[in-house]
Nanobody, 119 residues
Framework: QVQLVETGGGLVQPGGSLRLSCAAS????????MGWYRQAPGKQRDLVAT???????TYADSVKGRFTISRDNAKKTVYLQMNSLKPEDTAVYYC?????????????WGQGTQVTVSS
């Protein structure tokens, strides 16, 4: 099991940037696939980006070219750099840690951090 704490959310104007951080503790961080998800009011929680322990990344189509996920295994931290932010990026952003086993997986979530894009 891993504990996750997100920081870096806030209010930003359209076109602005924010960087989210997710600090992990309690387990071997480097073996986890890390991800960022987001949930807007009244909507389901959606995948934003993931990064494997080998550094392979995936992105939702809506954020490709604007967001960048990265990780620092020595610091047990995953980041989400968000540029060219749009009002539709407004949501609570959650950090996720996923560990694969043979035939199943486990995952842990952070408490979430609010990102609001508004003028």
């Amino acid at each position: 099991q891993v504990q996750l704490v997100e920081t870096g959310g806030g209010l930003v104007q359209p076109g602005g940037s924010l960087r989210l951080s997710c600090a992990a503790s309690g387990s071997i961080f480097s073996i986890y696939t890390m991800g960022w998800y987001r949930q807007a009011p009244g909507k389901q929680r959606d995948l934003v980006a993931t990064i494997t322990n080998g550094g392979a990344t995936t992105y939702a189509d809506s954020v490709k070219g604007r967001f960048t996920i990265s990780r620092d295994n020595a610091k047990k931290t995953v980041y989400l750099q968000m540029n060219s932010l749009k009002p539709e990026d407004t949501a609570v952003y959650y950090c996720n840690a996923r560990r694969e086993y043979v035939g199943y997986y486990t995952q842990d979530w952070g408490q979430g951090t609010q990102v609001t894009v508004s003028s």
